[in-house]
């Protein structure tokens, strides 16, 4: 198999810390918010597709991108593949979407886009990253299943 980019740059994996807040919910009940960190660690160790290397080691994620309104329930991811014609860039993004769908609760609304402006496809990925039934069936398929699974192994 032909490697799309052979020698992709490889980045340092990012300290981070976290302060812990909780805050109250209705009825006075305390449940810690969910914030761009914590949705950055669920998806940094996502194994690429096509290389042994995290999403993070590749500067595919990081923490910039990702934007989370705990409040409104909603999480947005930016995803910048390492070259504009990645074929990958599609599998990368349900795989996100898929990692984000196990981890978060079911209250959350997430929204898995193309960084402006790094794909020549940029709009068509997009599409079918926001279309539910085009993600349903992806994961129906036990091949691309499988693959995906094989990404997330490294995101445990």
Do not use: W
């Not at 969910?34 to 940094?44: G, M």
């Not at 995803?79 to 898929?98: K, N, Q, Y």
């Not at 020549?120 to 069936?137: C, G, I, P, Y």
């Amino acid at each position: 198999m032909e490697l799309i980019n052979p020698a992709p740059k490889l980045y340092e994996r990012k300290t981070t810390r976290r302060k812990r807040v909780e805050q109250p919910v209705d009825g006075g009940e305390q449940r810690e918010p969910i914030d761009a960190l914590e949705v950055f660690e669920h998806i940094r160790d996502i194994v690429d597709p096509e290389h042994p290397y995290t999403l993070e080691q590749l500067n595919v994620v990081t923490e910039e991108q990702v934007e989370v309104d705990d409040v409104a329930g909603t999480v947005q991811v930016r995803f910048t593949p390492t070259v504009e014609h990645c074929s990958m860039a599609t599998l990368i993004g349900l795989c996100i979407r898929v990692k984000l769908l196990r981890a978060l609760p079911p209250r959350f609304k997430t929204d898995i886009l193309l960084t402006p402006g790094s794909h020549a496809s940029e709009a068509a990925v997009n599409k079918q990253l926001a279309d539910k039934e085009r993600v349903a069936a992806a994961l129906e398929n036990p091949n691309l299943l499988q693959m995906v699974d094989r990404c997330l192994r490294g995101a445990a």
